[in-house]
């Protein structure tokens, strides 16, 4: 198996630029996901394939990959955007793993 | 627009098997290409990926897990299910069941884009 690896926490203040990254030998040549989770809901996917992103997530919301390292970038952080920020990647053969996780706390 | 509701007890004794079963509404479990994915967290923590399932019956299971895991399909239900054997503390978590897209690009790729909003499981006598 293999591991990703976030920052525990990410502080921003609000309408300046959040960014989480996610670290992991296989990103080269694996895709990374983000999702968003708020206390007692469930993840919110609004990154995929590195890059995309999904109907219904604002546009601050990009993600961008390097390397070893996947980044989510949130720019003009919001209020709403304080969360728990989840790294996700999958081998071809089916495997997947979570990163364990960025609390992002607005300022 | 898919919905996924997670069902089953929420406690379990200690060495005893866990089941879950996650219903899926609004949609044909059978229709598309989808995985049909378990997810679980304990409290303040991470989330741990348990394992996934096609329609055609093949599985993927977290290799910490698949000694325990067994995950099932009933397209008649339009249900999918979850079985953790000999349990203990460590089990006790919020169980979320997920539709996960996959296939190739550049790389292959597999996410979970529908979650059901989970269901809390304890593990304790």
């Known amino acids: 198996s293999y591991e990703l690896t976030q920052p525990p926490s990410v502080s921003v203040s609000p309408g300046q630029t959040a960014r989480i990254t996610c670290s992991g030998d296989a990103l080269p040549k694996q895709y990374a996901y983000w999702y968003q989770q708020k206390p007692g809901q469930a993840p919110v996917l609004v990154i995929y394939?590195?890059?995309e992103r999904p109907s219904g997530i604002p546009e601050r919301f990009s993600g961008s990959s390097s390397g070893t390292t996947v980044t989510l970038t949130i720019s003009g952080v919001q209020a709403e955007d304080e969360a728990d920020y989840y790294c996700q990647s999958a081998d071809s053969s089916g495997t997947g793993v979570f990163g364990g996780g960025t609390k992002l706390t607005v300022l | 627009q898919v919905q996924l509701q997670e069902s089953g007890p929420g406690l379990v004794k200690p060495s005893q098997t866990l089941s879950l079963t996650c219903t899926v509404s609004?949609?044909?479990?059978?229709?598309?290409?989808?995985?049909w994915s378990w997810i679980r967290q304990p409290a303040g923590k991470g989330l741990e990926w348990i394992g996934r399932i096609y329609t055609s019956g093949s599985t993927n299971y977290n290799p910490s897990l698949k000694s325990r895991v067994t995950i099932s399909v009933d397209t008649s239900k339009n249900q999918f299910s979850l079985k953790l054997s000999s349990v203990t503390a460590a089990d006790t978590a919020v169980y979320y069941c997920?539709?996960?897209?996959?296939?190739?690009?550049?790389?292959?790729?597999?996410?979970?884009?529908?979650w059901g909003k989970g269901t809390t499981v304890t593990v304790s006598s």
């Open positions: 394939k590195d890059s």
């Open positions: 609004g949609g044909s479990i059978s229709s598309g290409s989808y995985y």
């Open positions: 997920a539709r996960a897209n996959w296939g190739w690009r550049a790389y292959y790729y597999y996410y979970m884009d529908v």
